[in-house]
C-alpha cells in the first residue's frame, strides 16, 4: 500500500470502507477499497466471491479490478475511479433526468448485464450505489454478493436492498436466478424517472404490500409458484388491483412503461433478459446504423409472374404442412433464370466475335445540301452527253466481214506505278469536282 497515496474516503458500506488514493509512480487516480474482515490466507482471498467473478469479466461497462493487496491479514481491492454512484446523482436533484439520459445509463447496465450472464453470473445486489458514473459512463459495481447461475441453492437471505428485491426473494424462495437483476433494473429506471423509489417498503411485507398497491396482487394464473411461496411462509397477498403506471410516471414514454412493465413481472420466468431487454424498443434510438450501411430490401421480380408473382411464390413457402409443399414454381423461376443466363451468355459471345474481327464501317450517302452532296454534283449538259453515248453504243452493229478493233494493250507497269500518258482515269478527272477525296467504300 506505500505505492498509494491516500486522498479521502468516498465511501463506507458493510462489507468495507472505500478511499480515493493515487498511484505514486504513475500519478493515476484509483478507488481502494479496505475489507473490514481479516483473511489469514491468500488462497481464502483468491476464492472471494468478488476477485473469482471480477477476474473472468472484462467489460467497458464493468468497474475494473486493477490490483488485489494483502497486507497485515488486510485485504484491499484496487479499482478504477469513478466520480459517484447514481444515487449520488439522484439524491440532491430537483429537475428530472432527461428520458435520454435515462436511456443511455440504462443501456449501457443492460450491456454489462448481458455480458455478466454470458459469462454466468448474476449480481443479486443491483442498486443506484453499486452503478458508477462518470461522465456518460455508467459501471457496475460491488460484486460481493454475486453468483454462478450454475450454482445450487439454497442462496444467501439478504440479497439486495429491500426496494430492488424481488418478490421470490421477498418470499425465500431456496432458487432463483438472474431475472432477480432484472426486477432490480425495473425499479431502478422508474426511480430515475421520477426521483423516488418505486417500491419503497418499510419492511419485507410492507415492501409486498407496496408492490401489489403499483402493479396489482398475483393471480393463480399470474404467478402459481408465488402462491405456493407465500402459502409456504403463511403469508397471504393483499387484494389490490394496483395502478397504471402511467399515472405514476407522468413523464415516461410508453415503450419506457412498457419495459418497466415488463421487467417488473410477478412471474420470473416473464422477465425478459438483458439482452432481450436491449432489443426493446426503448433502446431502439441507441443503435445507430450509417445510411451507406443500412439494409435495403431488394423486391424480388420473377421473369413472368411480375412482383406480385415473386411476393406471392415467397409466401406460399410457408403455407400449409411442409411435407406436402411441392415447389414446382422454384423450379421453374430456376430454369428460366438459367436460360435468360444462357441468352445473355450468347449475346456476351456474338459480342466478342464482332469486337474481335471488325468489320468496316458501313458507307452513309451524305445529307442533302451538304458540302459533301455537292463535292458530287454532275452538271446536266454532262449528263446529256453521257446518255447520247450511251444510246449510240446501243445502236451500233457489227458486219459479219468486219471483225472488231484490236483493243490495245497497255503498256508493262513501270516500276514507278502507271505511265501518265496511259493513264484511263487520267483524262476524266476533270468531270469530277475534287472538293473533297473520293472514297472507294462499297455501301454495305
Not at 466520480?83 to 428520458?99: A, Q
Not at 411480375?306 to 404442412?321: C, D, F, I, L, P
Not at 478527272?429 to 472538293?435: A, E, K, L, R, Y
Request: charge should be positive; aromatic fraction near 12%; glycine fraction near 6%.
Amino acid at each position: 500500500m506505500e505505492r498509494y497515496n491516500i486522498i479521502n474516503e468516498v465511501g463506507n458500506g458493510t462489507f468495507g470502507n472505500v478511499w480515493r488514493a493515487m498511484n505514486k509512480q504513475t500519478g493515476e487516480v484509483v478507488a481502494i477499497k479496505k475489507m473490514k474482515r481479516k483473511y489469514y490466507s491468500w488462497e481464502e482471498c483468491i476464492n472471494l466471491r468478488e476477485v473469482k467473478s471480477l477476474r473472468k469479466m472484462s467489460h467497458s461497462n464493468i468497474v475494473k479490478l486493477k490490483e488485489v493487496i494483502r497486507e497485515k491479514d488486510i485485504l484491499y481491492f484496487v479499482f478504477e475511479y469513478m466520480e459517484c454512484s447514481l444515487y449520488e446523482l439522484m439524491k440532491d436533484r430537483r429537475k428530472l433526468f432527461s428520458e435520454t439520459e435515462v436511456r443511455n445509463w440504462c443501456f449501457q447496465v443492460f450491456q454489462g448485464l448481458a455480458y455478466m450472464q454470458q459469462r454466468g453470473y448474476f449480481h443479486r445486489d443491483l442498486k443506484p450505489e453499486n452503478l458508477l458514473v462518470s461522465k456518460d459512463m455508467i459501471k457496475i459495481a460491488d460484486f460481493g454478493l454475486a453468483r454462478e447461475i450454475n450454482s445450487l441453492p439454497p442462496y444467501t437471505e439478504y440479497v439486495s436492498t429491500r426496494w430492488y428485491r424481488a418478490p421470490e426473494v421477498l418470499l425465500m424462495s431456496p432458487a432463483y436466478g438472474s431475472a432477480v437483476d432484472m426486477w432490480a433494473m425495473g425499479a431502478i429506471i422508474a426511480e430515475l424517472l421520477t426521483l423516488h423509489p418505486l417500491f419503497p417498503g418499510l419492511s419485507e411485507a410492507d415492501e409486498i404490500y407496496k408492490i401489489c398497491s403499483v402493479i396489482g396482487s398475483p393471480t393463480e394464473i399470474e404467478w402459481a409458484e408465488g402462491i405456493k411461496l407465500a402459502n409456504a411462509v403463511n403469508f397471504q397477498f393483499p387484494k389490490l388491483a394496483g395502478v397504471p403506471l402511467s399515472l405514476l410516471l407522468p413523464s415516461a414514454s410508453k415503450d419506457a412503461i412498457s419495459l418497466i412493465t415488463s421487467l417488473c413481472s410477478w412471474d420470473p420466468c416473464k422477465r425478459p433478459t438483458a439482452s432481450e431487454a436491449l432489443r426493446h424498443p426503448f433502446f431502439q434510438s441507441c443503435y445507430y446504423i450509417p445510411p451507406s450501411l443500412r439494409f435495403k430490401p431488394a423486391i424480388e421480380r420473377s421473369p413472368s409472374g411480375g412482383t406480385r408473382g415473386a411476393v406471392e411464390h415467397k409466401h406460399s413457402r410457408y403455407s400449409g404442412n411442409m411435407s406436402y409443399y411441392k415447389p414446382q414454381g422454384m423450379f421453374i423461376s430456376a430454369q428460366r433464370k438459367l436460360e435468360m443466363n444462357y441468352q445473355g451468355a450468347t449475346k456476351y459471345d456474338k459480342t466478342l466475335k464482332s469486337t474481335a474481327v471488325e468489320s468496316p464501317p458501313r458507307y452513309r450517302p451524305p445529307l442533302r445540301n451538304s458540302p459533301a452532296e455537292k463535292s458530287f454534283t454532275i452538271h446536266a449538259w454532262k449528263a446529256r452527253e453521257v446518255s447520247n453515248t450511251a444510246e449510240k453504243l446501243a445502236n451500233m452493229t457489227i458486219g459479219k466481214d468486219k471483225k472488231p478493233p484490236r483493243q490495245q494493250m497497255p503498256p508493262p507497269m513501270k516500276a514507278g506505278g502507271w505511265d501518265p500518258q496511259s493513264d484511263p482515269f487520267l483524262g476524266r478527272s476533270q468531270d469530277f469536282n475534287h472538293g473533297r477525296a473520293y472514297s472507294r467504300k462499297v455501301a454495305g
